[in-house]
């Protein structure tokens, strides 16, 4: 028997966390987007949320916006992992003041889900919450943060304030996450306030759930 939806009454269950690294590097390449990432999940776990890491450039997602492509596509796995968590992270670096490519194929297929409904009748995404991870040597992580959180509100996910953290040493090029120590302590402590606030809008959210839309 699958989960029930987020917020389905007479349901408890742990909370859970799916990260979806958006780096352009394969594994098992150094990632930097996956440090901060682990960040958050470290903060995520001391408030009881069980995070899983998904590296979306070592799977085939093809392109379109279907939930499912057909032969060789590898997003069904993805997306069941996404609607089997409370907590929804989309990490990516900057690349060219914009979202990695990999990110947006992410969001690409996600948009899916704006016609897809749980057995209560509500958009797929209600009841989850969504936040954004963003490293790179160049300016543009707010750019990025918008851009993602942006779409992911349009698919129905909540968004609660200062769900994101980042870590960059623009404008310009320079050292990346993994490679200087300048600037940890304010990523750390945005990720701390960011699982803070993603967990506790997820328990929110579970306790009084969004309903289904009036007929």
């Known amino acids: 028997m699958g989960r029930s939806a987020p917020g389905a009454p007479g349901t408890r269950r742990a909370v859970k966390a799916t990260v979806i690294n958006c780096t352009l590097k394969p594994s098992p390449q150094p990632s930097n987007t996956e440090a901060l990432a682990r960040v958050v999940m470290r903060h995520l776990d001391s408030h009881g949320v069980a995070g899983e890491l998904v590296r979306a450039v070592d799977l085939t997602l ?25 907590i929804l992270v989309i990490a990516s670096p900057t690349w060219l003041g914009r979202p990695s490519s990999v990110a947006q194929r992410v969001l690409e297929r996600m948009d899916a889900m704006l016609s897809e409904t749980d057995d ?96």
């Not at 320079?174 to 940890?184: I, K, M, S, V, W």
Request: charged share 20%; hydrophobic share 35%; no cysteine.
């Open 62 to 86: 093809l392109p379109g916006v279907e939930s499912d492509m057909g032969a060789g596509d590898d997003w069904p796995g993805v997306r069941e992992k996404i609607l089997d968590s409370e």
């Open 120 to 215: 209560q009748g509500r958009p797929v995404a209600y009841n989850r919450v969504a936040g954004v991870v963003v490293t790179g040597n160049e300016d543009g992580a707010h750019h990025v943060i918008s851009e993602i959180h942006g779409a992911l509100g349009d698919i129905g996910f909540t968004a609660p304030g200062q769900a994101w953290t980042y870590w960059h040493l623009g404008p310009g090029p320079g050292p990346d996450y993994l490679d200087d120590e300048r600037g940890h302590d304010f990523a750390d402590r945005s990720a701390r306030y960011m699982a803070a606030n993603l967990a506790g809008t997820a328990k929110a959210l579970a306790a009084n759930p969004l309903g289904p839309p009036p007929s």
